[in-house]
């Protein structure tokens, strides 16, 4: 079938050169115009077709000419191209093997292509850092600005945060001419705003990373809510603060770790009540031991109104260590000594573990019971150890079994709440 198809095109081609010499040969071209050529004393005359593929001819055999005399080089050429790229694949196989001298001797004669010359030095580079070697990875580093400067900036700011330098990766990244930074340059640029405390900027840029799609998006919902919480931290006043904490999402706002920042960052800022508000509407709405824990162990005043909370949440939540502890410390606060026993003789019967029992044994020692302040403090010691705490003689069984009687606790459905 091809020797056919060649066969026919030939006698095509055949039948069209025919064809044109007859047509070139007829006397009525002249009337289309005619070219006249002197040289050396005699005049070359043809009609203008004649002239036209006269002068194609002559192109063409210069193009083949040139065809032939570039050959050698071309050849050349695509020799070396073949060797680099044959270097860079075993410079590549080598790195991955763990050869590092070997790896970046490879790539660094790779990187004599341009065509491959920034992947090659950006892999020798890789290669040098894994041997210790600062000052060759710098060279390559360096050898990658000439041609590179968007690769340049990412890798050196890759390096700045490795040593902990925030603000020399922000200056590599932010150069006007690599703008705008590819996927990963915001990246980096986000972690080099967080680590240098503006976490502010750095939050802004989530939608821009959210748009790229460059990390996963359960990575992308950690950065959010680290950035949030960090934002929270660095308001210097109130107004920084609430306007930081209404820029939120509302599944971060949700959230009781996001809820115990702001309500850490505004008890310093002296915005107590809007600390203590936060808390109570979470707590309202959404349980939380560790939270609760912070809400009794904040800095601040306001007992009465805390511990009305905490007893109004007792009738949901009986069972709660972290509510009956809450409870003792505000009746301690008061110095109700008998109430702060018995909370936190509950607690201990709720499994509240060794801060319980040292609460208790600070409660004794308060009203001059040194002997059970040291039972106590000896048993959270124990407890700390794994060991089971020895009872305390105070109590009578009758006394014991109501410590540990709490309400069933059941849903919206009333069925019971299963433990946790």
Same mark, same amino acid.
């Given at each position: 079938?091809?020797?056919?198809?060649?066969?026919?095109?030939?006698?095509?081609?055949?039948?069209?050169?025919?064809?044109?010499?007859?047509?070139?040969?007829?006397?009525?071209?002249?009337?289309?115009?005619?070219?006249?050529?002197?040289?050396?004393?005699?005049?070359?005359?043809?009609?203008?077709?004649?002239?036209?593929?006269?002068?194609?001819?002559?192109?063409?055999?210069?193009?083949?000419?040139?065809?032939?005399?570039?050959?050698?080089?071309?050849?050349?050429?695509?020799?070396?191209?073949?060797?680099?790229?044959?270097?860079?694949?075993?410079?590549?196989?080598?790195?991955?093997?763990?050869?590092?001298?070997?790896?970046?001797?490879?790539?660094?004669?790779?990187?004599?292509?341009?065509?491959?010359?920034?992947?090659?030095?950006?892999?020798?580079?890789?290669?040098? /850092? @894994?041997?210790?070697? %600062?000052?060759? !990875?710098?060279?390559?580093?360096? $050898? &990658? +600005?000439?041609?590179?400067? =968007?690769?340049?900036?990412?890798?050196?700011?890759?390096?700045?945060?490795?040593?902990?330098?925030?603000?020399?990766?922000?200056?590599?990244?932010?150069?006007?001419?690599?703008?705008?930074?590819?996927?990963?340059?915001?990246?980096?640029?986000? /972690? @080099?705003?967080?680590? %240098?405390?503006? !976490?502010?900027?750095?939050?802004? $840029? &989530? +939608?821009?990373?959210?748009? =790229?799609?460059?990390?996963?998006?359960?990575?992308?919902?950690?950065?959010?809510?680290?950035?949030?919480?960090?934002?929270?931290?660095?308001?210097?006043?109130?107004?920084?603060?609430?306007?930081?904490?209404?820029?939120?999402?509302?599944?971060?706002?949700?959230?009781?770790? %996001?809820?115990?920042?702001?309500?850490?960052?505004?008890?310093?800022?002296?915005?107590?009540?809007?600390?203590?508000?936060?808390?109570?509407?979470?707590?309202?709405?959404?349980?939380?031991?560790?939270?609760?824990?912070?809400?009794?162990?904040?800095?601040?005043?306001?007992?009465?109104?805390?511990?009305?909370?905490?007893?109004?949440?007792?009738?949901?939540?009986?069972?709660?260590?972290?509510?009956?502890?809450?409870?003792?410390?505000?009746?301690?606060?008061?110095?109700?000594?008998?109430?702060?026993?018995?909370?936190?003789?509950?607690?201990?019967?709720?499994?509240?573990?060794?801060?319980?029992?040292?609460?208790?044994?600070?409660?004794?020692?308060?009203?001059?019971?040194?002997?059970?302040?040291?039972?106590?403090?000896?048993?959270?010691?124990?407890?700390?150890?794994?060991?089971?705490?020895?009872?305390?003689?105070?109590?009578?069984?009758?006394?014991?079994?109501?410590?540990?009687?709490?309400?069933?606790?059941?849903?919206?459905?009333?069925?019971?709440?299963?433990?946790?």
């Amino acid at each position: 079938m091809k020797a056919f198809r060649s066969l026919l095109i030939t006698l095509l081609v055949a039948a069209a050169g025919i064809l044109g010499a007859q047509w070139l040969g007829q006397e009525s071209l002249r009337d289309l115009g005619e070219v006249v050529v002197r040289a050396g004393g005699n005049d070359y005359i043809a009609t203008l077709p004649q002239a036209l593929l006269a002068v194609l001819i002559a192109a063409l055999l210069l193009w083949l000419l040139w065809r032939l005399l570039s050959m050698p080089f071309q050849t050349w050429h695509r020799y070396r191209r073949r060797q680099g790229r044959a270097r860079l694949l075993d410079g590549l196989h080598a790195l991955d093997r763990g050869q590092w001298q070997r790896a970046e001797k490879l790539l660094q004669s790779a990187a004599a292509e341009p065509e491959v010359r920034a992947i090659a030095l950006v892999a020798a580079m890789r290669a040098a /850092e @894994a041997r210790g070697d %600062a000052t060759s !990875a710098g060279q390559h580093l360096q $050898q &990658l +600005g000439e041609n590179e400067p =968007t690769l340049h900036a990412l890798h050196s700011a890759e390096r700045w945060l490795q040593r902990d330098k925030p603000h020399e990766a922000l200056e590599a990244l932010d150069l006007p001419a690599i703008q705008p930074l590819p996927p990963r340059g915001l990246w980096l640029r986000s /972690e @080099a705003l967080a680590r %240098a405390g503006r !976490a502010e900027d750095a939050f802004g $840029q &989530l +939608g821009a990373l959210r748009q =790229t799609q460059v990390m996963p998006a359960e990575t992308l919902a950690t950065l959010e809510t680290t950035l949030a919480l960090q934002m929270l931290d660095e308001a210097n006043d109130v107004n920084t603060l609430a306007a930081h904490w209404e820029v939120l999402p509302k599944t971060v706002r949700s959230q009781p770790a %996001a809820v115990a920042h702001y309500a850490r960052r505004a008890v310093a800022l002296g915005w107590v009540d809007a600390a203590l508000r936060s808390i109570e509407q979470t707590l309202d709405s959404h349980w939380d031991e560790s939270l609760l824990r912070l809400y009794a162990e904040l800095p601040v005043d306001k007992i009465d109104s805390r511990r009305a909370s905490a007893q109004r949440w007792l009738q949901a939540h009986p069972a709660s260590p972290a509510l009956l502890l809450a409870l003792a410390r505000f009746a301690s606060a008061q110095q109700q000594w008998s109430q702060a026993e018995d909370f936190l003789h509950r607690a201990i019967a709720q499994d509240a573990g060794a801060e319980a029992w040292e609460m208790l044994g600070e409660c004794f020692a308060a009203q001059g019971e040194d002997a059970l302040a040291r039972q106590c403090l000896l048993n959270a010691v124990q407890q700390r150890r794994g060991q089971l705490p020895q009872p305390l003689q105070r109590r009578n069984l009758r006394e014991q079994i109501q410590d540990q009687a709490v309400a069933e606790e059941r849903d919206e459905h009333g069925f019971p709440r299963l433990p946790g």
